[in-house]
């Protein structure tokens, strides 16, 4: 097993889009960062949106089940308000993860990011 990979958090915008890009490992050491992150994306994006929220995790090279539920917690918080959350990117090892953890039910996944 590897070192851990230190968790990077940042805004890009693809085709006039905001994404938040995640990258690095997302455990539980790395939750309060991710929850104020995602649901700050998700607030700044507003509740008026036609396309999904995007968090984009294809820098991302492992995942435990703390960090997946964060995300599904705010996926449900955001489906409240009429507003979809996607995981773009997702790599085999995270796409295994969510299926471990039966959060897949729960996470709208992409299989395939869009190119820039």
């Known amino acids: 097993m590897g070192a851990r990979q230190s968790t990077a958090i940042r805004v890009e915008h693809v085709l006039g889009e905001p994404i938040l890009v995640l990258a690095g490992d997302l455990d539980v050491r ?12 998700i607030r700044a994006c507003g509740t008026d949106l036609i396309s999904p ?7 991302v090279g492992s995942i435990d089940a703390t960090a997946l539920k964060v995300i599904a917690a705010a996926s449900r918080q955001a489906q409240r308000y009429g507003v979809r959350v996607v995981l773009r990117g997702a790599q085999p090892a995270v796409r295994r993860m969510l299926h471990l953890t039966h959060l897949i039910r729960l996470i709208e996944v992409e299989r395939e990011p869009i190119p820039a």
């Open 53 to 59: 929220v995007v968090l984009d995790i294809s820098a």
């Open 30 to 41: 790395s939750t309060g960062e991710l929850r104020a992150a995602v649901h700050e994306h």
